[in-house]
């Protein structure tokens, strides 16, 4: 049997000697992973930043956009049991919209209205027919879903001294926050209010509704009652400066356009700060700064995209971070009529 031939000793080493890695080789691999060792970790350091701060980002705002989706929700709902009668039963003259609920927006802080400084946005109420009761537990109630409440919103500068729980102690906390009004059915204040129908007045029965934060640091809501935008592409048809009142010179002849009505759509724009900001800011300050990126803004409803924009490049140079919520709410119980 044939063998394989002997390799001489000094061509085996030589063979040994090109099949090995030398020193040199082994330390220019090492450079080399370690150069790709520490491009991929700061690409991951990037990645994972970037995936950090976006879920901050979006956790920071849930609690906004949940307040905002109440709002919105609620407002879909507002009612006025608008009907047609006669002025006067007894000595009947003209024909026209008539309706014992009121749909209100005005400017915070103004004619004694319950909110924040004037400049931080506007607040609505109205009715809706979602039964709220204090009374809830007792089975003869539980059928009266529908039963009429009085609700509303708007932005208040406040301390949670009085809402937060006894156990947490510390300094008070102030913020802007989006307060939610209630008024309970069996307590209906507005079919024995008084104050309807003064000139520049806050109706009584928006004073006495009971008062509860939905969400913290939302520092501006605008609600900006209008026809759609085909028919009113300016958007200043029913209001020129936000404001609305569907009781104001409702007793008029011929009835203003507003008279007894919902507006069919409302724009509601919300801005609101993550808590981080908030907490950056001055316990007791960031209420005039905020205020003062407001200035001169939301004032006149043709303005409104202009202000929006003015509002972000303040707050924008003031580096808060902040996020703007915006959409149009039909209101369903809205039956238009000119």
Known sequence: MNSLPKIPRRAAAAL???????????????????????????????????????TQRVDAFQGARLAFDRVTRMLSQATLNVYWDYDD????????????????????????????????????????????????????Y?????????????????GDKDIRPPFIKGPEKFRFRLMQYRGLSENLEIYT??????????????????????????VLLAIHPRLSAIEDPEGDDLTGDYTYDSRKDADKIPQPINANQLPPTVQVTMIAIDEKTA???????????????????????KDYQKDLDR????????????????????????????
């Not at 090995?20 to 991951?44: C, D, K, P, S, Y």
């Not at 539980?142 to 406040?158: D, E, I, K, N, Y």
């Not at 972000?312 to 238009?336: H, M, P």
């Open 16 to 54: 040994r000697a090109r099949t090995a890695f030398t020193l040199l080789e082994v330390m220019v691999v090492t450079v080399i992973l370690v150069l790709m060792m520490m491009v991929l970790f700061q690409v991951m350091t990037v990645i994972t930043s970037t995936w950090t701060q976006s």
């Open 89 to 140: 039963p007894n000595k009947p003259s003209v024909y026209r919209r008539q309706s014992e609920l009121q749909f209100f927006v005005t400017q915070t802080g103004a004619n004694g209205f319950p909110g924040a400084n004037p400049g931080a946005g506007h607040g609505v109420f109205f009715q809706v027919p979602i039964g709220a009761t204090a009374k809830i537990d007792r089975p003869d």
């Open 142 to 158: 539980r059928p009266l879903s529908q039963m009429l409440s009085a609700a509303g919103f708007s932005v208040r500068w406040t």
């Open 193 to 218: 209010d008084t104050s309807i129908g003064t000139p520049n007045a806050t109706p009584g029965w928006i004073k006495n509704l009971e008062m509860a934060p939905l969400a913290d640091n939302i």
């Open 279 to 301: 907490m950056r800011l001055p316990n007791k300050g960031y209420d005039a700064l905020l205020v003062e990126a407001y200035q001169g803004t939301l004032a006149d409803v």
């Open 311 to 338: 509002i972000s490049q303040r707050l924008t140079e003031a580096r808060i971070n902040f996020r703007i919520f915006s959409t149009t709410v039909q209101l369903r119980e809205s039956s238009w009529s000119r």
